[in-house]
């Protein structure tokens, strides 16, 4: 069975950072586009962040130059280090294959606030 496990969230000051870490079990990431997405309460799941497997990426407008995903196919491990945060940023963090085919994970809560 496929498991996404998030990690890495908290409780940041504005213009802090974080990195969130993506774990996989049950399939092999490196196969895959992966991506991260976010929900806010009261709002759609957006996506923010996505890799190819050959490591192109690409950002949501609202993260560039702020966000960086990365992976290790070694770790099966999928990251966003997230850099100067803003308060709008608040939501929870999810990872999955760039179409949300895999399962989703319990995601893990980003809060942005002073």
């Known amino acids: 069975q496929v498991q996404l496990v998030e990690s890495g969230g908290g409780l940041v000051q504005p213009g802090g950072s974080l990195r969130l870490s993506c774990a996989a079990s049950g399939t092999i990431l490196s196969i895959y586009t992966m991506a991260w997405y976010r929900q806010a309460p009261g709002k759609q799941r957006e996506r923010v962040a996505a890799i190819t497997v050959g490591g192109v990426t690409d950002y949501a407008d609202s993260v560039k130059g702020r966000f960086s995903i990365s992976r290790d196919n070694v770790k099966n491990t999928v990251y966003l280090q997230m850099n100067k945060l803003r308060p709008e940023d608040t939501a929870v963090y999810y990872c999955?294959?760039?179409?949300?085919?895999?399962?989703w994970g319990q995601g893990t809560q980003v809060t942005v606030s002073s």
């Open positions: 999955n294959q760039a179409a949300g085919a895999l399962n």
